[in-house]
């Protein structure tokens, strides 16, 4: 007997439903549709917002002055691990993050640690953002 886990990073439009029933589908044309598929209750609609959503231009620009010269990322998707996609149905959301805060961090890994010395960047990137939307 054995066991494991999967999780799917959705693409928009696919629910965690939709996602099950792909799964089981796949697996039972492959003959292994004797597998216990167990959905976990935690999972969630993703969220995505378009690229060229002003939105996202203020956190590109805001994560590229805080974290400069170091590179940073946004991503107008965020994955179905969490409960963005609720706020994403009344608002523009996306994911942003610093290479250079990510060093060191195990993102994930079951002994994920946050530097203390990061959570400032993610401060000044959370006021910056801010900022620039209430002055837009």
């Known amino acids: ?3 494991a886990r999967a999780e799917p990073m959705e693409m928009p439009d696919l629910t965690p439903d939709k996602a099950e029933e792909l799964l089981r589908a ?11 598929v167990t959905r976990l209750e935690t999972a969630f609609e993703t969220s995505k917002t378009p690229i ?8 590109r620009e805001c994560s590229a002055e805080v974290v400069a010269p170091a590179r940073a990322s946004v991503l107008p998707m965020g994955f179905g691990s969490g409960p963005v996609g609720f706020f994403a149905k009344h608002a523009p959301t996306c994911l942003a993050w610093s290479h250079a805060d990510a060093a060191g961090t195990n993102l994930h890994a079951p002994n994920e640690s946050w530097p203390v010395e990061s959570i400032s960047n993610e401060m000044a990137f959370t006021a910056l953002v801010a900022h620039r939307l209430g002055s837009s």
């Open 52 to 59: 060229t959503d002003p939105f996202i231009r203020i956190v």
């Open 26 to 36: 796949h697996l039972a044309k492959r003959g292994f549709g004797d597998i216990e």
């Open 1 to 3: 007997t054995g066991s």
